[in-house]
């Protein structure tokens, strides 16, 4: 099935760090979406890219939609601690009737004060 | 800002008990999805509704699960007898249609232990 590789697993580093990870697949997808999910809560929708090649802002995260629309990468600039959590990214062929979203596995990031 | 409620958030259930869980959808969402979160893991889709009817339920083990959405709106998901292995994170969104990523919003979930 469609599977969405994300990395890294985890990453630890300091506050003010940038941080960036990525995710790829075999399979063409015309949404990318971006995730965070804190502990006991569900995830919460960071950027979403809807067109290859996008580069989309918010904040301190920056996200881009891979021309190949195979891959997305996420940015986040000068870290800070409540930054710290999990993230996801997911992808998803709309314009049909499914409309399930597919995962990765998350990115854990634990930032040091 | 409009949410998906879930409930309960917590359940602890012992195995071969039968547990059930229930989702609230955004007001005019026709789409609904439940989705089950191992811990350490990404979400993966269980069952899908557009209005009252399954549009997607290929994942879910119809032995044990059952889902419905009688009346187009709030949801349930049950799981008859639970096993230790149904332990996760139940999560529930809506989005304004199928396949449609506007709008796509996520409960807070449900957290199933079974003991």
């Known amino acids: 099935g469609q599977q969405l590789n994300q990395s890294p697993q985890s990453m630890f580093i300091q506050e003010g760090e940038d941080v960036s990870m990525n995710c790829t697949s075999s399979?063409?997808?015309?949404?990318w979406l971006w995730y965070k999910q804190d502990p006991g809560e569900g995830p919460v929708l960071l950027i979403a890219?809807?067109?290859?090649?996008e580069l989309t802002s918010n904040g301190r995260l920056t996200a881009q939609f891979g021309i190949t629309r195979k891959d997305s990468f996420l940015n986040i600039s000068a870290s800070i601690p409540s930054d710290v959590g999990i993230y996801f990214c997911?992808?998803?062929?709309?314009?049909?009737?499914?409309?399930?979203?597919?995962f990765g596995k998350g990115t854990k990031l634990s930032v040091k004060p | 800002e409009a949410e998906v409620a879930q409930s309960p958030r917590y359940k602890i259930t012992e195995k071969s008990q039968a547990v059930a869980f229930w989702c609230d959808p955004i007001?005019?969402?026709?789409?609904l999805y439940w989705y089950r979160q191992i811990l350490g893991q990404g979400p993966e889709l269980l069952v899908q509704?557009?209005?009252?009817?399954?549009?997607?339920d290929s994942q879910l083990p119809k032995d044990r699960f059952s889902a419905e959405r009688l009346k187009g709106v709030d949801s349930t998901l049950k799981i008859q007898p639970a096993e230790l292995g149904d332990s996760a994170m139940y999560l529930c969104?809506?989005?304004?249609?199928?396949?449609?990523?506007?709008?796509?919003?996520f409960g807070s979930g449900t957290r199933l232990t079974v003991v």
């Open positions: 969104a809506s989005s304004f249609s199928a396949g449609q990523p506007y709008g796509y919003t």
């Open positions: 399979s063409i997808f015309n949404t």
């Open positions: 890219l809807y067109k290859a090649g």
């Open positions: 997911a992808a998803l062929n709309y314009g049909g009737s499914q409309g399930n979203l597919i």
């Open positions: 007001s005019g969402h026709a789409t």
């Open positions: 509704f557009q209005d009252e009817s399954v549009v997607d």
